[in-house]
Every structure is written in C-alpha cells, then in structure tokens.
C-alpha cells in the first residue's frame, strides 16, 4: 500500500508567477485535502475535494484552486503568486466521503518559496 | 469560529521526564479531537484521537483524555525519549464538516 505522495518537494517562483502542485491519495482513499502551513504555523485547511468535486473551501482567495482527477489525485494551482504564499503545501487523503470524521494521511508536502 | 490553542514551544526536557502538553478548544459542534505528530522532514502522522467526551486516546506510550467540562484534550507521556522529539500538533473536526482545525503546533525536544 503506497502512502500519500507529493510533488515537486521544493520549488522557488517569483511573485506573480504560477505553480501547481501534484499529489497522489493513499490507495483507497477518494478524498484528498490541502493545508497551508507558514513556518512555525498549523497547517490552515484550503480545499477539499471528493470524487472530482470541490466538496469544502476555506479562507483562501480564488486565485487557489484546484482539481481532482478520475484516479483520486489532486492537483493545487496557485496564480499571481504573493510573497505570503511562501510555505508547505500539505496533501492529505483520507477514506469515507465527505462527512470526514477519521484520520488524515499526510504527504511531506511541497515547500514553495516565493521571491 | 472553531479553535484550537495549545502551549507555546519550544518544551526542552530530559529523557525519561514526564510530557504534557496543553490543548484546549472551541467549537460549535460536537468535535473528534487529534494530536498529530510531525517528525523533522517528515510530514504529520496521526498520534491519537478521541471521538467522543471522556474517551481517552493512546499510542505509543502518550494519552490524552477528552474533557468535555473544561474543553481540553491534554497530551501526556510518562517518560520521553529522544525519538519523541518532533513537532505536535492539537487539531479538531467537527461532525459534518471537512476540514481539521490545527494550532499552531508545539516543539518538543528531548535531550538525552
């Protein structure tokens, strides 16, 4: 049974620049999330998705974005970079649905640096 | 809003001393509440969790109880090795909603 993985693991843009982010879910699971964590912060929940859908959002703009695929991988798309996007980008998967009351599978996350 | 606060880091300790680090919450709902651990360069993992009031969550030598009176979801470990040193974090869920509400994380390191 293969984990959550994540990709790139590290990345540097400019400000204004885009970047998406790639995960794929742990096998069996069809609900993927993404969390923001600045340094020496929690992780901030930004979306999830279950079954292709956006099924939850939270305080982020609409310039985040994302996509779930047929096979339950996920991608988050980030435009008009700002330097506070620098961070860890987490993926997590987990199993039942939406009503998400059991345990998150993290990735190691994807660390952006904005300049 | 739903909230979580846990003790400001960093918790610097010898082995084998005793652990606790406090958590406490807000939340509208009836919440299942975690503690998630992140090893350096490793992403978080599951330590425990509590589903419901009074029940007690553990794994790996650390609980915690759920404390509906006093809103609280302490994490305790009798005696800390060195591998104990990591990041953790309280988070909660609250039934019907998808997303986990994280503090903002606790460092702990353990000296040998």
């Known amino acids: 049974e293969t984990g959550v993985t994540q990709s790139p693991t590290h990345l540097i843009k400019t400000r204004g620049q885009q970047v998406t982010l790639r995960c794929s879910s742990q096998?069996?699971?069809?609900?993927v999330s993404w969390y923001q964590q600045a340094l020496g912060q929690g992780p901030q929940f930004i979306f999830q998705?279950?079954?292709?859908?956006?099924?939850g959002r939270g305080n982020f703009p609409p310039r985040f974005s994302g996509l779930q695929f047929p096979n339950y991988s996920s991608e988050l798309n980030v435009n008009a970079l700002e330097l506070d996007d620098s961070a860890l980008y987490l993926c997590?998967?987990?199993?039942?649905?939406?009503?998400?009351?059991?345990?998150?599978?993290f990735g190691e996350g994807s660390r952006l640096t904005v300049l | 809003g739903d909230s979580v606060t846990q003790m400001e880091g960093p918790v610097t300790l010898s082995e084998e001393a005793f652990l606790t680090i406090n958590c406490t919450y807000t939340?509208?709902?009836?919440?299942?509440l975690f503690w998630y651990v992140q090893y350096p360069g490793e992403g978080l993992q599951l330590l425990l969790k509590?589903?419901?009031?009074?029940d007690k969550g553990s794994n790996k030598g650390f609980e915690a109880t759920y404390r509906k009176e006093t809103t609280s979801f302490h994490l305790e470990k009798g005696s800390v090795q060195v591998s104990d040193s990591a990041v953790y974090f309280c988070?909660?869920?609250?039934?019907?909603?998808?997303?986990?509400?994280f503090g903002t994380g606790t460092r702990l390191k353990v000296l040998a």
């Open positions: 997590a998967s987990s199993w039942p649905g939406r009503q998400n009351t059991g345990e998150l599978f």
């Open positions: 096998s069996g699971h069809n609900t």
């Open positions: 998705y279950y079954r292709e859908e956006e099924n």
């Open positions: 939340a509208t709902g009836y919440p299942s």
């Open positions: 509590a589903t419901k009031a009074d």
């Open positions: 988070a909660l869920t609250t039934s019907g909603t998808y997303k986990y509400i």
